[in-house]
């Protein structure tokens, strides 16, 4: 079974920054694919940030130059560094984890924006 437990969420002033973090755990072999999406209230789930396995990146136009995505093989996790933060970067942050042919999520974690 795999589990993916995500942490670094908070409460930030416009023009902050957070780093997120999620850890996979359970029988993992090869992490193919690592993302983060965010949901804000009354919204669609949206693709944030991805990560390949060599380490590709790609970007949401709307956090381009402000958010940085990596991942950490060794340790099965991947982050998301958040600068820049603005009112509407509020939202709940999703991590998703491609292992084999079966894509893992993890809990979410709130992040917040605001004065």
């Known amino acids: 079974q795999v589990q993916l437990v995500e942490s670094g969420g908070g409460l930030v002033q416009p023009g902050g920054s957070l780093r997120l973090s999620c850890a996979a755990s359970?029988?993992?072999?090869?992490?193919?694919?690592m993302a983060w999406y965010r949901q804000a209230p009354g919204k669609q789930r949206d693709l944030v940030a991805t990560?390949?396995?060599?380490?590709?990146?790609n970007y949401a136009d709307s956090v381009k130059g402000r958010f940085t995505i990596s991942r950490d093989n060794a340790k099965k996790t991947t982050y998301l560094q958040m600068n820049s933060l603005k009112p509407e970067d509020t939202a709940v942050y999703y991590c998703?984890?491609?292992?084999?042919?079966?894509?893992?999520w993890g809990q979410g974690t709130q992040v917040t924006v605001s004065s």
């Open positions: 990560v390949t396995t060599d380490g590709g990146t």
């Open positions: 998703k984890m491609r292992v084999g042919w079966t894509d893992y």
């Open positions: 359970g029988s993992i072999f090869n992490i193919y694919f």
